[in-house]
């Protein structure tokens, strides 16, 4: 079946850098798109980051110029690169193969960032 697992998350102080990683299985990774969703607290999940198969990038406004996304298919990996970290980007992050209702999502991974 397919599994997305996340690592990397944690506490850091504004300005800082995190980078968070995602092995995906169950499924043929470089056909795939990939994502990175987050959740903050009393807050609905957003996309932060898209990367096609094919590599062309996607961002939301929020992170733009601060957060890129990268992928290594020969490690059936995504990461997400976050530079310049806001309080505001506290949030769970998910990892989620893009397919609408039948989307597969990774347990998340926490990202605290302290002011």
């Known amino acids: 079946q397919v599994q997305l697992v996340e690592s990397g998350g944690g506490l850091v102080q504004a300005g800082g850098s995190l980078r968070l990683s995602c092995v995906a299985s169950?499924?043929?990774?470089?056909?795939?798109?990939m994502a990175w969703y987050r959740q903050a607290p009393g807050r609905q999940r957003e996309m932060v980051a898209v990367?096609?198969?094919?590599?062309?990038?996607e961002y939301a406004d929020s992170v733009q110029g601060r957060f890129t996304i990268s992928r290594d298919n020969a490690k059936n990996t995504i990461y997400l690169q976050m530079n310049t970290l806001k309080s505001e980007d506290t949030a769970v992050y998910y990892c989620?193969?893009?397919?609408?209702?039948?989307?597969?999502w990774g347990q998340g991974t926490q990202v605290t960032v302290s002011s």
């Open positions: 989620v193969r893009p397919l609408g209702s039948s989307s597969n």
């Open positions: 990367i096609s198969r094919g590599g062309i990038r």
């Open positions: 169950g499924f043929v990774f470089a056909d795939s798109g």
